[in-house]
């Protein structure tokens, strides 16, 4: 399920009084015809994390079948861009930094927060949306939806501010995939078209010079030959993280067993916690680096993260280490214990 705000009894309580209260007052405003005009210019929301982006794809590869000649915009951050560069997926990305999604300060609203904040809602009018969509259940986005002023903004009715969408599915969706939460808000976009014929997965895309130039990077760094194994040991907070000690423990279990090449990628501004075997390629490579050098491993071992996300979506074979969490909700990586017994 894609919440973003925590979850008590208290605060739903709240925020269904809330919710109540706004549909009351906003009912008389409500558009009343249902006779809208067809589909040309379309807001995907989604301003939050690389996997998050990610996970958004299958979503975008359906709006492109159902509406080849609709224009598809994805709010989202600087990153955004960077993923879905070459895909096809989008004709452009609005790049916009919410408070409530920075890591610390979310409700400390400065002069210039605020002004970038109208900027940004005297922008997203400007373009006169017809439809938004986002999967958040939460009011802040619904706020930001409501504040594009499309004439359709699709969500859900979860966290309050329901009434600011005008069509909006239910909210008992606490087993859902996060991809699922967004397919299922085709069904209020384009009721009549036929649904997906099979599981949609995660898409990205790498052009092949993209590709080549990271195969030379890697020889580079770790030499010829072999079977190519890629490490991430980093994650978005300390609980998704698989301790260093853990990491480097495997790491030398499988070169002493498997041979071949060992690459462990870090993150431009990622902190190194060093100590990592002798013969291993350290590499910090930018986002598009990190996305063609990583579609040249023949398997990808990390942690609950952005790049476990990335690898999926190029179709590198994954092994994902899950502190926290639920790893049947994250698409196709395997754990670690599972892949070790069947290597």
Not at 36 to 41: A, G, R, S, T, V
Not at 203 to 229: H, M, N, Q, Y
Request: hydrophobic fraction near 40%.
């Amino acid at each position: 399920m894609a919440q973003t705000w925590p979850v008590s009894r208290r605060r739903i309580g709240a925020l269904k009084f809330l919710d109540f209260v706004g549909r009351i007052a906003a009912a008389p405003f409500r558009r009343r015809n249902r006779n809208l005009p067809p589909i040309d210019n379309l807001l995907v929301i989604e301003p939050w994390n690389i996997g998050d982006v990610v996970l958004a794809t299958p979503l975008l590869l359906e709006l492109r079948r159902r509406l080849p000649t609709a224009r598809v915009t994805l709010l989202g951050r600087e990153y955004a861009r960077d993923l879905l560069q070459g895909s096809g997926l989008v004709d452009e990305v609005i790049v916009a930094h919410l408070p409530w999604t920075a890591q610390q300060n979310k409700y400390r609203i400065t002069p210039s927060v605020a002004e970038e904040m109208r900027s940004l809602v005297r922008e997203l009018r400007n373009r006169r949306f017809d439809v938004t969509l986002d999967s958040r259940m939460d009011v802040r986005s619904n706020l930001l939806a409501a504040a594009t002023g499309a004439p359709r903004r699709i969500g859900y009715c979860l966290g309050g501010g329901g009434w600011l969408l005008t069509d909006c599915l239910p909210d008992d969706r606490d087993d859902s995939h996060k991809i699922d939460d967004w397919l299922a808000l085709l069904k209020l976009v384009d009721p009549g078209s036929s649904p997906p014929a099979g599981p949609i997965r995660p898409r990205l895309v790498v052009g092949e010079d993209e590709r080549l130039s990271a195969a030379k990077a890697i020889a580079a760094a770790a030499g010829d030959g072999g079977p190519t194994f890629g490490y991430h040991p980093g994650g978005s907070h300390p609980g998704k993280r698989w301790p260093p000690d853990r990491f480097r423990e495997l790491m030398m279990q499988l070169r002493k067993t498997l041979g071949g090449r060992h690459v462990l990628f870090l993150g431009p501004g990622e902190m190194d916690a060093g100590g990592w075997p002798a013969g291993f390629a350290v590499m910090r490579p930018s986002l598009r680096e990190f996305m063609a050098q990583v579609s040249c491993c023949d398997v990808f071992i990390c942690n609950d993260s952005g790049p476990m996300h990335i690898a999926d979506a190029l179709g590198v074979p994954v092994v994902a280490i899950f502190e926290i969490g639920n790893p049947s909700g994250s698409g196709r990586p395997v754990l670690v214990r599972e892949w070790l017994e069947t290597s």
